[in-house]
């Protein structure tokens, strides 16, 4: 009998911020394939850090300020630093966001693969995800909440091989112009599944509580603007959201083949910035106004 061969060692690496109701979904969707995480909280004062301590593959560290001025520019900084001690020990590396569920049907078939091929980095085709309601505690996501909107603002570069690639990611995770030995999929399959539209309500307060972490640089910047919608704007936003969902689950949907957005590695295009992006997205959805589909 032969032995079953083992999954790809993966180290994960993510900021949390009062992250306490969204960390069963993320732990739930990760563990199967993540050995080891690194979280670094900015401070929660919920029951986000009981719930990290009480992990044994979970290292708890604070979130470090390079930026003294500029949550983003801090956010950045780490997300091109963090993982640099995974080199030599992980065969792959995720910086991600707690609310980021990279999801692929065979995820450490896929990576093994990748891994044979050659391939060193790992771009995800990404979707916002929306729901009706936030969630029962024991539910998967990407089960059971698969409606979401292709969108090339949650493309991003998630997962790569630390021994090869220097990420080099954009703000907030938007883009990347990947350094080193950058060898890519020929075709995208793995996705990123954006679960911060859960329900107006949870995205209101979230927006609440992301409003008072931005510091004098952010708002100079703009950075973080999409934390001021109106509630009227915020309801012509979900509008829209639910006007071009598709189901990522559905019969017939090929991710690859469907998910027609702009992708930052395959074109030389500059991609925008994520407030032109959130601008550009509610001004369509004042604009269309569409009933949900009956799933979500």
Same mark, same amino acid.
């Given at each position: 009998?032969?032995?079953?061969?083992?999954?790809?060692? #993966?180290?994960?690496?993510?900021?949390?911020?009062?992250?306490?109701?969204?960390?069963?979904?993320?732990?739930?969707?990760?563990?199967?394939?993540? !050995?080891?995480?690194?979280?670094?909280?900015?401070?929660? $004062?919920?029951? $986000?850090?009981?719930?990290?301590?009480?992990?044994?593959? #979970?290292?708890?560290?604070?979130?470090?300020?390079?930026?003294?001025?500029?949550?983003?520019?801090?956010?950045?900084?780490?997300? &091109?630093?963090?993982?640099?001690?995974?080199?030599?020990?992980?065969?792959?590396?995720?910086?991600?966001?707690?609310?980021?569920?990279?999801?692929?049907?065979?995820? *450490?078939?896929?990576?093994?693969?990748?891994?044979?091929?050659?391939?060193?980095?790992?771009?995800?085709?990404?979707? !916002?995800?929306? $729901?009706?309601?936030?969630?029962?505690?024991?539910?998967?996501?990407?089960?059971?909440?698969?409606?979401?909107?292709?969108?090339?603002?949650?493309?991003?570069?998630?997962?790569?091989?630390?021994?090869?690639?220097?990420? &080099?990611?954009?703000? =907030?995770?938007? =883009?990347?112009?990947? =350094?080193?030995?950058?060898?890519?999929?020929?075709?995208?399959?793995?996705?990123?599944?954006?679960?911060?539209?859960?329900?107006?309500?949870?995205?209101?307060?979230?927006?609440?509580?992301?409003?008072?972490?931005?510091?004098?640089?952010?708002?100079?910047?703009?950075?973080? &603007?999409?934390?001021?919608?109106?509630?009227?704007?915020? *309801?012509?936003?979900?509008?829209?959201?639910?006007? &071009?969902?598709?189901?990522?689950?559905?019969?017939?949907?090929?991710?690859?083949?469907?998910?027609?957005?702009?992708?930052?590695?395959?074109?030389?295009?500059? !991609?925008?910035?994520?407030? *032109?992006?959130?601008?550009?997205?509610?001004?369509?959805?004042?604009?269309?106004?569409? !009933?949900?589909?009956?799933?979500?």
């Amino acid at each position: 009998m032969s032995a079953r061969p083992r999954g790809p060692i #993966v180290h994960l690496y993510a900021m949390c911020w009062n992250e306490a109701h969204l960390l069963p979904f993320f732990f739930r969707h990760y563990e199967p394939w993540v !050995q080891r995480f690194v979280i670094y909280d900015n401070g929660s $004062t919920d029951e $986000t850090r009981a719930l990290l301590a009480a992990k044994p593959n #979970v290292e708890l560290r604070e979130f470090p300020w390079s930026d003294p001025d500029s949550f983003v520019a801090s956010h950045r900084a780490l997300h &091109n630093s963090c993982w640099g001690e995974s080199k030599g020990k992980a065969d792959w590396v995720v910086v991600t966001a707690i609310d980021e569920h990279l999801h692929h049907p065979d995820i *450490q078939g896929y990576l093994r693969r990748c891994a044979a091929r050659g391939i060193t980095c790992i771009p995800a085709l990404g979707y !916002q995800m929306v $729901t009706k309601d936030f969630p029962g505690p024991d539910e998967w996501l990407a089960k059971t909440r698969s409606w979401g909107v292709p969108m090339a603002a949650m493309s991003k570069l998630r997962l790569f091989d630390p021994a090869a690639v220097e990420p &080099n990611i954009g703000i =907030g995770g938007h =883009g990347a112009l990947p =350094g080193g030995r950058v060898v890519y999929p020929r075709r995208d399959e793995l996705l990123l599944l954006h679960y911060k539209d859960l329900g107006i309500d949870y995205r209101a307060g979230r927006d609440a509580l992301l409003r008072t972490g931005l510091r004098a640089g952010d708002r100079a910047r703009n950075w973080g &603007n999409h934390y001021e919608m109106r509630p009227e704007h915020l *309801q012509s936003y979900f509008d829209y959201l639910w006007a &071009n969902a598709v189901d990522v689950r559905g019969r017939g949907y090929v991710p690859w083949r469907d998910h027609r957005e702009p992708r930052f590695w395959r074109t030389e295009k500059k !991609q925008r910035s994520l407030a *032109q992006r959130i601008r550009r997205l509610v001004r369509k959805a004042w604009g269309r106004p569409a !009933q949900p589909p009956t799933k979500g």
